[in-house]
């Protein structure tokens, strides 16, 4: 600890502290800025008054937002969909990458396998054969079409397959003396130590459901099967500004209406900031953890 | 470990629980509910028997709100498209306007396509070319009634839009065209404090923006006010710069008869004078010098704060966003003026065709008269002078529910091109002589809000009288649609290359106006030029061209 003491390490711990700060000041601006509109009146917001702190303070775009159906309609849907889309995911992670990360001598056909999944992050079929695929398999139209096209998420296979070699093979050939099978390594040896990877690969599972906002506009039918990300895209969506004719005035105001919007915005970050905080300390860990080979 | 989860738990309850409050809050429904159809005495087509089906797509936006227990698929249109005529309207799927040109498209391309439909003109193309739509010369002979048909040919430029090779593969949604000519607008009270006349020219023009710059206009003390309103989307309806273009005897993004060929105006020399002027006007500090980065929203935040007293844009302005300036400055007051010329030759406005989508019937649907019959029930009732009140609320939207625009649940609606100007004709005549007999509903409203205005001294309708008042935007529509307009002669379906290429080249011109007017040479224009004929310009002149030949009357 010697080095901290001398001068050019303090100048050092100086700048550094203050570069950090700004950096962390310019991720939390836009999250304040849309706070303080959400909780200013309009006119105020519409002037371009507010910055970091409400003008004229008033919940009035709560609200609204909370007496809002299509908006509350929405979030449930969110929320299904995660409690239904995260579980498949993990169960869907978990099983692929147990046997994918067996050496060769007890999988043979690990090699083809593990290709099948990677070709898909390589490739992709294109948006009107997804489309028709879903179509064609009933899904169109219902919650399903957002969990299950979506259920294998090839990347955290990857991960979980890398963290999974680096268990030592000796944990598992003890477990297997003591008369274990492959489902009770898995459940009593493996996700035991694995909770760090397992728990970064549920944090990408759930910010990817509760983000993902096209699938939900192109394969649902109806705006009010929409999740809340859909929704949202169609409220901040700009409108191309050439083709504005006076029967679209109702809908500019709407558009223009920048409290509301803050509101809802606002609203649907809260969960993912509740959640991430817990979920972030084995982020990093076990990011890396599943980045090194045994 | 424990703290953890019970800190997890915890802010999962919150989240649940804030969305059980959520739900619990939002069972304040109006309970009241649309009227039956069979309430009104409505003009109908002979309706079918056995009823027939029809499936359809529909684009809603945030507008689109419903009263009681209607949706999208059961409303009063519907139900009256059901008792009336017999026709079973479903939907195959609704989708936020957004999105609807893109799930429309993966619609069509999956070989899935509805019986009646709406479609842009990009893809109203691309579906003639691949004989995927019915031709509907004959229904719209036979069937059409006699309003339908004015209300399509009123403006000559609709037909056309929907007719290729000579026949008619569309039904036009029409507007008013003239609708889309920009006006030059005005802080009144601005130049009535600088004690400014109006401009004459575009010279005029130019100092008045010099001196809203220099002499503080709006009394706060600060440097803080621009000459001229501008944001990044160019051609925007507000703020945008075909108005200034106009006065330079430019007209950027439409096809000008020119010795007899039709030519782009985005490269004539004109253009090229009125950039020299703008950025002029930039380097003396009259354009905000953000503007390149100002979208729609922050240039309303400009005109709230009456940063600015000139801008450019279409005759519904004071609605939005104009009408943001009396939020902080109740005397704020703008007024409409025909685009001043910069020589002795009159500006000319410019405008386009209205009809940017149409109507298309499924090939081998039997039954393509169907959607003659909406339109009809549509023009017969809802476009007469004498609809009564409760028609009109039950259709429209009502009084009571001013945010329930009920016309918008159905697409097979149009608008009648000449009403806007006749309207006004007939509402100046009755405010020249005081007397609101002889309006309709429509109009007798804005008389009421233009005599409060006058009358009892209230600020927020100069909206109305700005717009359709006597001196109003829509008096200046009138003499642009007389003498003072210059209508993008091409008004055809895109052509081959116009799909592939115009995209681009919009792009291309847009950079090139903006670095030009933040100061790089005007030789970046003639470069754009020599680009534009390369880049495929020369081929879509050739193509616009052989269309006119066709259709020039």
Avoid at chain 2, 474 to 493: H, K, P, Q, T
């Amino acid at each position: 600890m010697n080095i901290i003491r001398t001068r050019g390490h303090k100048v050092f711990l100086v700048f550094n502290y203050i570069l950090l700060f700004l950096m962390a000041a310019l991720c939390i601006f836009p999250i304040l800025h849309v706070l303080a509109l959400s909780m200013s009146t309009s006119a105020a917001a519409s002037s371009g008054k507010v910055v970091i702190f409400p003008v004229d303070f008033n919940l009035n775009s709560y609200r609204y937002v909370i007496e809002n159906n299509a908006f509350v309609r929405a979030f449930g849907i969110s929320v299904l969909r995660v409690a239904l889309g995260v579980p498949i995911n993990m169960l869907m992670t978990i099983l692929a990458a147990y046997p994918l990360s067996r050496s060769k001598s007890q999988f043979r056909a690990k090699g083809i396998f593990t290709w099948f999944f990677i070709i898909t992050i390589l490739y992709g079929g294109g948006l009107i054969p997804w489309y028709m695929i879903i179509r064609e398999t009933g899904l169109l139209n219902s919650i399903w079409a957002l969990v299950i096209p979506g259920a294998v998420p090839v990347f955290n296979v990857i991960l979980l397959i890398n963290f999974f070699r680096g268990i030592p093979g000796e944990l598992e050939e003890a477990a297997y003396m003591d008369g274990a099978g492959h489902g009770r390594i898995l459940w009593s040896i493996f996700l035991p130590l694995s909770i760090p990877t397992l728990a970064t690969v549920t944090l990408f599972s759930l910010l990817g459901h509760w983000n993902a906002w096209f699938d939900g506009l192109i394969l649902m039918n109806d705006t009010s099967k929409y999740p809340l990300q859909s929704y949202m895209q169609t409220i901040v969506i700009s409108r191309d500004p050439t083709t504005l004719t006076v029967r679209d005035l109702e809908l500019l105001k709407i558009i223009n209406e920048r409290t509301t919007k803050s509101a809802q915005l606002f609203i649907a970050m809260i969960p993912i900031i509740c959640i991430y905080p817990f979920l972030q300390r084995y982020f990093t860990t076990g990011l890396v953890l599943g980045g090194i080979k045994g | 470990m424990r703290k953890t989860k019970r800190a997890i738990l915890i802010s999962l309850f919150l989240v649940i629980a804030m969305f059980i409050a959520a739900c619990s809050g939002s069972s304040t429904e109006p309970d009241q509910n649309d009227t039956a159809a069979e309430d009104f005495d409505l003009k109908a087509d002979e309706k079918y028997s056995p009823p027939v089906e029809m499936m359809s797509v529909k684009s809603v936006d945030a507008t689109v709100k419903f009263l009681g227990d209607n949706d999208i698929h059961n409303n009063i249109w519907t139900r009256t498209y059901a008792d009336k005529l017999g026709i079973n309207l479903k939907y195959l799927w609704v989708v936020d306007a957004s999105q609807y040109s893109q799930k429309l498209s993966a619609t069509v391309m999956s070989g899935e396509l509805p019986d009646v439909f709406v479609v842009n003109s990009l893809l109203f193309k691309l579906l003639y070319d691949s004989e995927m739509i019915e031709d509907l010369t004959d229904v719209y002979e036979a069937y059409a009634s006699e309003k339908t048909k004015d209300v399509m040919e009123q403006d000559a430029t609709a037909l056309p839009v929907v007719t290729l090779e000579g026949r008619m593969m569309g039904l036009p949604l029409t507007d008013a065209s003239i609708a889309g000519a920009p006006l030059l607008w005005i802080r009144q009270d601005w130049m009535n404090k600088l004690g400014m006349a109006p401009p004459q020219s575009m010279q005029d023009v130019m100092e008045m923006a010099a001196r809203f710059v220099k002499e503080d206009p709006d009394g706060n003390g600060l440097d803080d006010t621009f000459g001229l309103a501008m944001s990044k989307d160019l051609w925007s309806a507000y703020g945008g710069l075909q108005g200034f273009f106009n006065g330079f005897h430019a007209y950027p993004r439409i096809w000008i008869e020119r010795d007899g060929s039709l030519v782009y105006g985005s490269v004539q020399p004109e253009y090229r004078e009125a950039l020299a002027a703008l950025q002029e006007m930039y380097k003396r500090g009259e354009i905000d010098p953000e503007f390149g980065v100002k979208d729609a929203v922050k240039l309303s935040e400009d005109i709230a704060n009456s940063r600015v007293g000139i801008e450019f844009g279409v005759w519904w302005n004071p609605y939005h966003p104009l009408n943001l300036s009396q939020a902080n400055y109740p005397d704020a007051y703008w007024q409409a003026f025909p685009i001043p010329s910069i020589d002795d030759k009159t500006a000319k406005s410019q405008y386009s065709a209205a009809v940017y989508s149409m109507i298309v019937v499924r090939k081998g649907y039997p039954h393509p008269e169907a959607v003659m019959k909406m339109i009809n029930l549509w023009t017969e009732n809802f476009l007469q002078d004498d609809t009564d009140q409760k028609l009109r609320d039950a259709y429209l939207g009502d009084l009571d529910n001013p945010d329930v625009i009920k016309y918008k649940y159905t697409d097979f609606h149009l608008w009648e091109p000449n009403n806007m100007l006749t309207a006004h004709e007939k509402l100046s005549r009755a405010l020249a002589r005081r007397d609101p007999s002889g309006l309709n509903i429509d109009e007798s409203q804005r008389y009421q809000i233009i005599a409060a205005y006058f009358d009892q001294g209230i600020k927020e309708a100069w909206v109305e009288v700005a717009t359709n008042g006597e001196n109003g935007a829509v008096s200046i529509l009138n003499e642009i649609a007389r003498d003072r307009g210059m209508l993008n002669r091409f008004y055809g379906a895109p052509t081959q290359t116009m799909s592939e290429k115009m995209a681009a080249l919009h792009t291309m011109e847009e950079e090139m106006v903006i670095k030009v007017i933040m100061g790089e040479p005007l030789s970046e224009f003639d470069a754009f030029v020599n680009e534009w004929y390369s880049l495929g310009g020369e081929d879509i002149t050739r193509e616009v061209n052989d269309w006119w030949k066709e259709n020039r009357n």
